[in-house]
């Protein structure tokens, strides 16, 4: 057998204890609310951008940043504030009505680095806006475009009293997306790992909605034609008003209340389907299948509107209120 050298034996205990006086220090100091935030020792200027001339109407907007926190608003006429450290820089142009904003991160070893720079940019009137990020969050409020296009990596985004006269796209892979009183001509919200949830949204045209590992939920939703799926997670509905309707996912419940939707489709592989009809049963075509559960509804082949509902391993619940 070969034998290991003595120096690498002290190399190897001299890892291990210094791992071990690590966890314990951080242990130690969890465990007395200490603060590591304290340790962070980058100082953070505040910066202001405004054109030379007063902004009233951009044709578009570019957002991209790493990691900051980015809240948009509406206002008269272009302003921005920021923060700014040795690490951390923004590019600001604005030129020909293209508002344009990158973030520069300069790499600087720092053992410590907790703080989330915030931006808060307030837009007139603007056609086009684009926002992409890697890191942290984005908040719009009270604002109108033609187009809106959002594609980030790791953030939770939330909209708020957002009118969209075309499509809206708005894409991230871990981050919750919330959207309320919201209008698009066309809207797809998505993520991979978070929830969805939108309340009192209304799209002309065709909305959809998903994720892979999380829940879907739109309550006061108008749409013309919906798809709400998820993979791993419930949908959840109500006061859904739609003229075609699709609802999917594979593990996980389906509840619809107050429908008032002509086709409405639903289906899942481990859960029960429940759903509630404004109208009577008369006005729909209706078919339920089940492998394993239960469902309280035989199928019907007339009617102008139609109930489909689908599901392996569970039950399946149609009701009717007037």
Partial sequence: ?????????????????????????????SLLDWDFRKLDNTVWTAKEYA??????????????????YVKIEKGDSLAIQYEESDKVKYEVECEGGTLTVRERRLFKFTMFDFHTPKMSIVLPSTASLSVNAVNGDLEINDNSFVELNIDIVNCDMYFDGIEVAQSAIIETVNGNVTLHNM???????????????????????????????????????TAANVKFE???????????????????????????RDNQTRDWSAETVNGSINANFKGEEREYRIECHTVNGSKNMHDREDGEKSITAET??????IWFSH
Avoid at 2 to 28: D, E, R, Y
Avoid at 51 to 68: G, N
């Fill in 183 to 221: 209008t698009a001509g066309n809207l797809r919200a998505n993520s991979i790992n978070g929830d969805i949830k939108a309340t009192e949204v209304t799209v002309r045209n065709y909305a959809e909605l998903g994720t892979v590992n999380g829940d879907v939920s739109a309550i006061k939703f």
């Fill in 312 to 317: 392996v391993n569970g039950d399946i619940g």
């Fill in 51 to 68: 054109p030379e001339t007063e902004t009233t109407v951009l044709t578009s907007a570019v957002i991209d940043c790493d990691s900051s």
């Fill in 1 to 29: 057998m070969k034998k290991v050298k003595l120096s690498t034996k002290i190399a190897a205990v001299g890892i291990a204890l210094v791992v071990v006086a690590g966890a314990l220090f951080v242990g130690g100091m």
């Fill in 230 to 256: 998820t993979v791993n997670g419930d949908v959840y509905t109500e006061e859904l008003a739609a003229r075609e309707c699709e609802l999917g996912t594979v593990n996980g419940e389906i509840e619809s």
